[in-house]
């Protein structure tokens, strides 16, 4: 009998399913909000599947930055990626018209979009090999600058730092008006040091972290453009799963993204208050000065439209806004 009960576990465990271990490529520190949040994941995601599905999370950029780590999972070596917008647009460009600049006025109208936007988004994604687990805004681009910038004739006036890698941004910012030094983060301290650059466009909690705001110490309040990121993973790895699982697996996951994105609105507002208490000047837009910068914008929108992103998901996404603005 006692051989017989060793003999059916020796059978069961020769008929288990080996876990998937998913290798989890993200740019978030170890130990910031978002790998913590990767980390609650993975920790529901054990614990869902009976240790079946596991990930293994590589922090910090050291599986390489957005379009390496892209690759690397559509090679196999990863299974997915944590990508900002910039990243999320190399697997599908329509996504980056939710960057566009000055094209959203609140996180109200940003919310309505995406909600309305993301079935399309994710149909889009999976054709390329990719599940969308999360979606997160995290946070809002400011400009940053040496001198006050009002209006965008101010800007205009500067040198502004631009990313390399969007040659269709780089040129409908030049479009509008505006000149742009194509400028990588890494070099961005140097940069405005020297007086190569005299402004950029940052999320404040990167310009808190990496301590620009030191050299360009003013901050236009007027939020140029929403920060869209989110974790990936590659579909053939999310279809092995099984079906009885995900739901729950989803649910961890969305209950994880609310935390993750109050916290992260925490972490913004801490990050301002620290930086003005440490020089920054916050100078409030005038209320007139949207309506400049949206048609100072507008002269490089066909730079952009049909170039970076398809004219449908344009012209989606502005009747979305319309219906929102209309609503009483």
């Known amino acids: 009998m006692k051989h017989a009960r060793m003999l059916a576990v020796l059978l069961l465990a020769a008929l288990a399913l080996p876990a998937q271990v998913i290798k989890i490529g993200s740019i978030a520190p170890d130990r910031s909000p978002w790998d913590d949040a990767l980390k609650e994941i993975a920790r529901?995601?054990?614990?869902?599947?009976?240790?079946?599905?596991?990930?293994?999370?590589?922090p910090g950029g050291i599986a390489g930055g957005e379009e390496d780590v892209i690759r690397k999972i559509k090679v196999g070596t990863l299974g997915g990626a944590v990508l900002t917008n910039i990243g999320l647009t190399k697997i599908n460009p329509d996504a980056f018209v939710l960057s566009t600049p000055f094209m959203f006025h609140s996180e109200a109208e940003m919310a309505y979009v995406m909600e309305r936007l993301t079935p399309t988004f994710e149909a889009q994604i999976k054709q390329k090999g990719f599940k969308v687990i999360i979606w997160t805004m995290t946070g809002w681009v400011n400009f940053f600058t040496k001198v006050?910038?009002?209006?965008?004739?101010?800007?205009?006036?500067?040198?502004?730092?631009?990313?390399t890698g969007e040659p269709e941004l780089e040129q409908a910012w030049k479009k509008s008006g505006y000149l742009v030094v194509p400028t990588e983060l890494s070099d961005l301290m140097m940069a405005l040091q020297s007086g190569m650059v005299d402004a950029f466009y940052l999320p404040p909690l990167i310009a808190?972290?990496?301590?620009?705001?030191?050299?360009?110490?003013?901050?236009?309040?007027?939020?140029?453009?929403?920060?869209?990121?989110?974790?990936?993973?590659?579909d053939r790895l999310w279809e092995r799963i099984p079906e009885n699982q995900k739901k729950e697996m989803m649910a961890a996951v969305d209950r994880v993204s609310k935390k993750l994105a109050g916290e992260t609105e925490?972490?913004?507002q801490?990050?301002?208050?620290?930086?003005?208490?440490?020089?920054?000047?916050?100078?409030?837009?005038?209320?007139?000065?949207?309506?400049?910068?949206?048609e100072a914008a507008d002269k490089g929108m066909d730079e952009l439209?049909?170039?970076?992103?398809?004219?449908?998901?344009?012209?989606?996404?502005q009747a979305i806004l319309e219906e929102y603005r209309r609503k009483p």
């Open 266 to 268: 925490r972490l913004e």
């Open 305 to 317: 439209v049909g170039k970076l992103f398809s004219r449908e998901i344009y012209d989606k996404l």
């Open 44 to 58: 529901d995601w054990e614990r869902i599947s009976g240790g079946q599905v596991r990930l293994k999370i590589y």
């Open 208 to 234: 808190a972290s990496g301590q620009y705001f030191g050299v360009a110490s003013h901050m236009c309040s007027l939020k140029i453009a929403p920060l869209v990121g989110g974790l990936v993973i590659a």
């Open 148 to 163: 006050p910038v009002f209006y965008p004739q101010d800007l205009k006036k500067q040198k502004m730092a631009f990313s």
């Open 270 to 294: 801490k990050a301002i208050d620290t930086m003005k208490k440490n020089g920054l000047v916050i100078h409030e837009a005038p209320a007139d000065s949207l309506a400049k910068w949206k």
